[in-house]
């Protein structure tokens, strides 16, 4: 995981002052490290039965498209409102200086399928706490949440409420 960690750099104050963000620009830009990642995530998964990849907008479109291909699943996009052409479900959700709310098609999936959720990022836990409640409303089963970086200090694996997650770099 050095290679990858290696890869992401810290970008001081942004996008706020205090505030240290964690840039996988170059990680998506060095071709081994994007392809390491996305070979992790699918053979991670890849015995799974995994039916669709929900990736949260928008760095989790890039893994999470790239390991559905993959696994040979379907990819499902989890958006911010107004954003999806067709009738929605929404899900509220807190941040520390507000609120927020991400949208997935109704029809996007169905009881008994088997999801995998991506994301870049675990840091709070909002949104990806936000994207199980949807998959949850659709009473399709969640395998695991899957995230390239987890700030283990913002405690995000709370809001996740006892879903299986999994991370490639801790910090």
Do not use: W
Not at 26 to 51: C, M, T
Not at 109 to 131: F, K, W
Request: one cysteine or more; hydrophobic letters at 40%; aromatic letters at 10%.
């Amino acid at each position: 995981m050095k290679e990858l960690r290696d890869r992401i750099r810290d970008i001081p104050d942004f996008p706020k002052k205090g505030i240290i963000f964690k840039d996988i620009t170059p990680l998506l830009a060095d071709v081994s490290s994007f392809q390491k990642v996305v070979d992790i995530f699918a053979k991670r998964y890849a015995n799974q039965s995994i039916d669709y990849v929900v990736g949260i907008e928008s760095r989790g479109f890039i893994f999470g498209a790239a390991t559905a291909y993959r696994l040979d699943a379907g990819f499902i996009p989890v958006r911010k409102p107004g954003k999806l052409p067709y009738e929605t479900h929404r899900v509220d959700y807190e941040l520390e200086y507000g609120t927020d709310s991400i949208e997935i098609h109704v029809d996007a999936l169905h009881e008994g399928n088997r999801v995998v959720i991506i994301d870049d990022l675990l840091a709070t836990g909002g949104t990806a706490g936000a994207a199980c409640q949807l998959v949850q409303k659709a009473k399709a089963t969640i395998v695991e949440c899957g995230f390239v970086v987890e700030l283990e200090f913002l405690k995000g694996r709370e809001k996740l409420k006892g879903t299986p997650s999994f991370s490639l770099i801790q910090y």
